[in-house]
């Protein structure tokens, strides 16, 4: 019996009338968010004025209303009417030449986010009348199909409006419960939306682009919607941009005052480009200790705690495109470029999130790969995204380092502790000792002197507690590597060695040969003989390590000098031979036994190859080689190790600071690598850096004549 031909046919795919407000919760994560994606449907209107209002009357009713160009009916229909249209797609400019900022039709998902319903009008300049149409969102219902909802519209004169567009959004409370911290929010997030650092200038037009936002409830924030004086008042300013090569044009100042010009700097190694295209950037920074506010705490008639609260609403990095800031960048508590921790290591050095106000410049056409996520909240993080990331940290760090010049040295005590050292800030009982009993009574001398004494020691404490952290550190991590690596690497061996036998043992080659292809025997023997060297290798590499442990250090025993030195070139191997660098050892033949720390003298010499090979890359360009020359002289009562390279050497105005604690021209350095060598080597004799060495490039000097067992 024959069976029964297959049914075939088509259907169409009708999706509910849910799906407008399920994609809103979706793409919009909240009311503010909603309010902007409005806002930017404005700009794109080429509006010059929008304002968002709150009703007095009715707090559940928002109404949105701009200036712009305004929408005939077939606008409204291919555009409001078709969820995801394209519109905007086809035409990258507004009829005046700004740069679209919507383009994926989600306009009426940001309003069905909102309210549940909308009332729009608008109206083109040049047509006599206005188009009014209603969108009742509680139609869009489980049970309805998208295909189903009829919308109604009406062609009549609107004579409240000459052109432009008004939504009128009802019910809000439906959708959520608006309160003060909502509205702060809101006006958070709009004076942010447009770019502080070009609104003022008129760039690409945005001089003339003009928020308004009316809140009957909170005054406070009624009117011109823009940021808070003291956001365009930096004690520090860096402005510059950084081009395709890699190249930095730019200036830094101080309290308004021209303080260091950057021309035709190159920021990454010889052939190093920013991938995610040229950028512009202007950074403005604080110090939030009560020396560095006080100033701006009588400009603005304002406590400590206020100026502080003014910046944390505002401080943080944000990228803007266009003009328009991508959300979330520079959003409170979204440290997206972990600048907080580069603080908490290099708290003298490097500033805190929230010790900056910054903006990074792109456009599309420049930067085609900076990519929205599909959300439309924040960049795919790509490639171009963390070289986005990368170049700017160099260039903030470039504003780092001349605030680390230009600041008292006095006033690098942090006013702010780490929590570990806040119960020792007293700061507060010296104030209230000088207000009830006035700056000259004996009492509030001796309180005054008395936090004196406590800053200096607490200055001790920090830095003998940072030495002996790392210390401890790097020798408890070498343990732990230690440790770690030991049992798989006895495991991996036997099981190397097992496998060998079951594999090569039971077969002839011949035989092996057959079965796998001519030559295959020949081959896996090969192969094993690279794994068993491989892991020789990391056994090497961990007997190495087994001198810088926690538990090793500091011992002393004897051992010849040359022996460290190309021990920890061992260690940097991969590193040197990726860049392509050539290591010469000048040193004498016969042994130089010592009595010492090995660890010591392991750690400097680590330190100094660490920083080398670091600029020898930068400077010459990811593996392109360059030179390290490493000379070791006996001397009457010990040694002395000369290290020099071919890299870019120490500038002049930096050879008095490369010692200190927390100074480092790295972008990311700690700035404690030669501070802790200078330390380490203090019991054996000193550290210097020379300028007479055999290579053009840095050249460091350590002495050892005290101590050394010779």
Known sequence: ?????????????RPRARLISLIGEELISDESVAVVELVKNAYDADATVVSVAFDSDDPNMLTISDDGIGMTLDTVKTGWFEPGTVLKKREEHSPSGRSYLGAKGIGRFAAARLGESLLMQTKKSDEPEGVTVLLDWGRFDDESYLDEITLDYEISPLPQLEHGTILELTNLHARKHWG?????????????????????TGRSGLGNFVINLSIPSHPDLTGRVQPHELTTKPKYRLVGSLSTEGIFQGEIEFDGRNAKQFKNKRLGGKDERPLCGPFEVEIRAWDRDRPGLSPFMLQFNQSLTGIRRILDEYCGVSIYRDGFRVYPYGEKGADWLSLDTRSRQTPTLRLANNQIIAAVRISRDANAHLIDRTTREGLVHN??????????????????E??????????????????????????????????????????????????TDIREGVKRLQEHYSRVLLAAGLGQLVDLVIHEIGAPLGR?????EHLEKRVMGKFSSSAFDKVMGS???????????????WLEQIGNLREKLIPKAAGKRGRASSF?????????????????????????????????????????????????????????????????????????????HGFRLRLCDDGPGVVEEDIERIFDQEFSRKPNGMGLGLFIARQVIAPYGKLIYRSDCRLSGACFEASFEERVGL
Request: proline content about 5%; some cysteine; glycine content about 6%.
């Open 180 to 200: 003060e911290d909502e509205f702060r929010s809101l006006h958070n997030r709009l004076s942010r939306l447009i770019s502080p650092f070009e609104a003022d």
């Open 560 to 636: 010849a000098v040359q022996d460290e030195i190309y021990d920890n070139i061992t260690l940097f191997t991969s590193l040197i031979s990726k860049q392509g660098i050539t290591c010469e050892v000048r040193a004498p033949k016969q042994p130089m036994v010592v009595h010492m720390s090995r660890s010591d003298l392991g750690q400097i010499t680590a330190n100094l190859l660490d920083n080398s090979v670091y600029w020898l890359t930068r400077h010459h360009g990811d593996g392109k080689g360059g030179r390290i020359d490493i000379q070791v002289t006996a001397l009457k």
């Open 519 to 533: 030559g295959a025997h020949a081959e896996m023997a090969g192969t094993f003989t690279k794994i068993r060297a």
């Open 1 to 13: 019996m024959k069976g029964k031909p297959p049914k075939s046919g088509s259907a169409v795919m």
């Open 402 to 451: 001349e605030r680390y010049t230009i600041r008292p040295r006095e006033e690098t005590k942090p006013e702010e502790l780490s929590t570990l050292f806040e119960p020792f800030d007293i700061s507060e009982v010296v104030a209230e000792a000088d207000k009830q009993l006035g700056r000259r009574h004996p009492v509030s001398k001796m309180v005054r002197q008395k936090d």
């Open 383 to 400: 490639r171009e995204y963390y070289a986005l990331t990368t170049w700017f940290v160099r260039i903030l760090a470039l504003l780092e």
């Open 492 to 496: 991996i061996t036997r099981d190397v």
